[in-house]
């Protein structure tokens, strides 16, 4: 199985959106709704902040939002905050098995 | 609340096995949901390992599959991790996590809690 394919970075200014985009196949983003995104700071453990395609944990910002359209999936974070510099991985199932993406560097300027 | 400990020695030699344990608290293996290893080699990304299903079946990276190991033991309440012959490509943060099922399609999807990680470095 190979890596899902994430932008290595991205950027943007507070308030401003940004997308990070997680393409895979059909055999995994294709074929099931079971995508999940995480927040890592540096130093730190990953976070969820969106699981099934596009739904959010209690107490993560509703700035984050998730969605899918074929094999991408997507992650939008609405009104940049300084604070959410950091670290992003998408996540699916892949049949019995689960691939992560490369991750995607979020500058916030 | 649900916390996972790794534990574990952080120096590993070359050609050895890596043991890893993942110590739960405030949720009971025994009853549910999936428990994976992840690991994170330096200033590189996340890999899925493997994950274990509170019964005991195992779901291995195919990519690790001939040399990784994954059981639980419910009576310590604590998953472990077996990776043998070991190299300086095995050299990363290692995390455990809980991770959920999604009851209408009975397939699991997103992992959370995490553990902190424990490093564990390969090298004679």
């Known amino acids: 199985q190979s890596a899902l394919t994430q932008p290595a970075s991205v950027s943007g200014s507070p308030g401003q959106s940004i997308t990070i985009s997680c393409t895979g196949t059909?055999?995994?983003?294709?074929?099931?709704?079971?995508v999940s995104w995480y927040q890592q700071h540096p130093g730190k453990a990953p976070k969820l902040m969106i699981y099934?395609?596009?739904k959010r944990p209690s107490g993560v910002s509703n700035r984050f939002s998730g969605s899918k359209s074929g094999n991408t999936a997507s992650l939008t974070i609405s009104g940049l905050q300084a604070e959410d510099e950091a670290d992003y991985y998408c996540?699916?199932?892949?049949?019995?098995?689960?691939?992560f993406g490369g991750g995607t560097k979020l500058t916030v300027l | 609340q649900v916390q996972l400990q790794e534990s574990g020695p952080g120096l590993v030699k070359p050609s050895e096995t890596l043991s890893l344990t993942c110590a739960v608290s405030?949720?009971?293996?025994?009853?549910?949901?999936?428990w994976g290893w992840i690991r994170q080699p330096p200033g590189k990304g996340l890999e899925w390992i493997g994950s274990?299903?509170?019964?005991?079946?195992?779901y291995y990276n195919p990519s690790l599959k001939s040399r990784v190991t994954i059981s639980v033991d419910t009576s310590k309440n604590q998953f472990s991790l077996k990776l043998s012959s070991v190299t300086a490509a095995d050299t990363a943060v290692y995390y455990c996590?809980?991770?959920?099922?999604?009851?209408?399609?009975?397939?699991?999807?997103?992992?959370?809690?995490w553990g902190q990680g424990t490093l564990v470095t390969v090298s004679s």
């Open positions: 996590a809980r991770e959920s099922i999604v009851v209408v399609v009975a397939a699991p999807d997103w992992f959370d809690p």
């Open positions: 405030g949720y009971s293996i025994s009853s549910g949901y999936y």
């Open positions: 059909s055999s995994d983003v294709g074929s099931y709704n079971l």
């Open positions: 099934e395609v596009s």
């Open positions: 996540c699916s199932y892949a049949g019995s098995s689960r691939v």
């Open positions: 274990i299903y509170h019964s005991g079946s195992t």
